[in-house]
T-cell receptor, first 113, second 113 residues
Framework: DSGVTQTPKHLITATGQRVTLRCSPR?????VYWYQQSLDQGLQFLIQ???????AKGNILERFSAQQFPDLHSELNLSSLELGDSALYFC????????????FGEGSRLTVL | GNSVTQMEGPVTLSEEAFLTINCTYT??????LFWYVQYPGEGLQLLLK?????DKGSNKGFEATYRKETTSFHLEKGSVQVSDSAVYFC????????????FGKGTLLTVNP
């Protein structure tokens, strides 16, 4: 158990809909990262927050947004969903930003029908 | 930009066989290098890391040496076990204020008894 909690574990929805994925980092970790894992693209970095502030942005679509709240949990919002958004979305946390030692949650599997 | 190239899988071995998974990288500056492992149904876990040239990372019988001259970080284990069956990801974090990890596409290892 990494200590990172993600909900929901599985989500099935329709095209055009909006979903919110939630992540609770390990106790004491200030940095939260979101990654998308798909068969064709592999693991793609989406966005990183540190203590509530956005610190790095990767291949995140404009239809996606995220935030980190004062209690350090984070949410990833995916809107106007398309079939190609079906993937496993991972949240990871770390004590310090930038040292590369991430603790991953078990992921939220999103299926868009 | 940064990139990581891993050998294509899947790799199938018998128990006690020698394992090598090749990883090469392209990066600016002086990256830190990592191997992460993903067991079935779980998130990624840090396996080992190396932060500078000629460093050797090791954990659970796995080893990888940071070779700057060949831009490589190959993963090795002398005698694999069935429990090592997983997907292995090579990753890098480049220097400076870029906090994200760039992952390879992953290599599926199956170890048969």
């Amino acid at each position: 158990d990494s200590g990172v909690t993600q909900t929901p574990k599985h989500l099935i929805t329709a095209t055009g809909q909006r979903v919110t994925l939630r992540c609770s980092p390990r106790s004491g970790d200030l940095s939260v990262y979101w990654y998308q894992q798909s068969l064709d693209q592999g693991l793609q970095f989406l966005i990183q927050y540190y203590n509530g502030e956005e610190r790095a942005k990767g291949n995140i679509l404009e239809r996606f947004s995220a935030q980190q709240f004062p209690d350090l949990h984070s949410e990833l919002n995916l809107s106007s969903l398309e079939l190609g958004d079906s993937a496993l979305y991972f949240c990871a946390s770390s004590v310090r930003q930038g040292n590369g030692e991430l603790f991953f949650g078990e992921g939220s599997r999103l299926t868009v029908l | 930009g940064n990139s990581v190239t891993q050998m294509e899988g899947p790799v199938t071995l018998s128990e006690e066989a020698f394992l090598t998974i090749n990883c090469t990288y392209t990066a600016t500056g002086y990256p830190s290098l990592f191997w992460y492992v993903q067991y079935p149904g779980e998130g990624l876990q840090l396996l080992l890391k190396a932060t500078k040239a000629d460093d050797k990372g090791s954990n659970k019988g796995f080893e990888a040496t940071y070779r700057k001259e060949t831009t490589s970080f190959h993963l090795e284990k002398g005698s694999v076990q069935v429990s090592d069956s997983a997907v292995y990801f090579c990753a890098l974090r480049s220097g400076g204020s870029n906090y994200k990890l760039t992952f390879g596409k992953g290599t599926l290892l199956t170890v048969n008894p």
